[in-house]
């Protein structure tokens, strides 16, 4: 027995590669942030499933259009991963399956805490061909340094710094985003003693450690570093995001606690 193939297969085998990408293109999301946890019924709510199931996974499931579905899934839209947790500092990366990296452009990397075993990562990352991510044109850093101004890791990680060579990505442009720690110590002042937070010293020595491959002399940097209010309603009420040209050695921070972030960019100028 004979059977016979829809109409839409041999409409869709009579055209070009180039011209079936671009109704997948069309069709699929793109722009969006994706992790492995969008593959993964329990970690996702009945909507977003619903979503997912409805625009993505129609084609990523069907044999016939599977393959460059795929391949544009992955090439439009950002694939986030996290890293390490402050629970378990040497668990490895979630990479992406080896096939698929192939296809990445958009790539962001959350690790959580500066662990040492994060760095070793990064230095693969760097020297690895960025890990089979041949065509990647985007790569999105974060990092949270440590609180306690007293920390016992805060020193190891200063020295691994210094002994560090910079970092080159193999990519087009690079952000790094860097989340101070909350140092705070006590000092004295007329009227008597007092809190001030300290200047983060991390935040230099890991960010003047990132940057791309490429032409050194055409690379260009930019900084910007904001803070926004944090704790509860009451104090951050009235109390916007700013942006700072650089942090104090020492800051009592009247009127509330701020979050703290600097942003370094690299590209190709």
């Known amino acids: 027995m004979t059977t016979e193939l829809p109409p839409f297969f041999h409409g869709w085998r009579s055209l ?28 996702r709510s009945a909507e977003e499933r619903d979503n997912f199931g409805i625009t993505v996974l129609p084609y990523l499931a069907c044999p016939e259009i599977s393959g460059l579905a795929v391949e544009t899934f992955y090439k439009q839209n950002i694939v986030s991963l996290e890293g390490y947790t402050y629970s378990d500092p040497d668990r490895g990366l979630y990479l992406p399956p080896r096939h698929l ?16 075993a994060y760095f070793t990562r990064l230095t693969t990352l760097a020297h690895g061909h960025n890990l089979g991510l041949p065509t990647l044109r985007t790569l999105e850093l974060s990092m949270a340094a ?3 101004i007293d ?21 087009r442009y690079l952000k ?6 909350r140092l705070y110590h006590d000092f004295s002042r007329p009227g008597g003693p007092a809190l001030a937070r300290r200047r983060d010293s991390l935040e230099g020595a890991f960010l003047g450690k990132m940057s791309i ?33 650089d942090w104090p050695e020492a800051d009592e921070e009247v009127g509330g606690r701020w979050a703290r972030l600097t942003v370094k960019e690299a590209w190709i100028g």
Do not use: W
């Open 101 to 116: 990296r192939q296809y990445i452009r958009d790539y962001i990397l959350i690790p959580g805490r500066m662990y040492a």
């Open 213 to 245: 491959a490429g032409d050194q002399g055409r690379i260009k940097e930019r900084y910007e570093r904001t803070r926004r209010p944090i704790g509860s309603y009451d104090n951050i009420v009235g109390r916007k995001t700013e942006v700072v040209e």
């Open 16 to 43: 070009p590669n180039e011209l079936k990408l671009m109704i997948l293109a069309h069709v699929l999301p793109a722009g969006v942030k994706i992790n492995c946890r969008d593959f993964e019924v329990r970690t």
């Open 176 to 181: 790094v985003k860097y989340h101070h720690g």
């Open 151 to 171: 920390n016992e890791e805060r020193a190891p990680i200063h020295d691994l710094l210094n002994a560090m060579d910079v970092l080159r990505f193999n990519t």
């Open 146 to 148: 440590f609180n306690d």
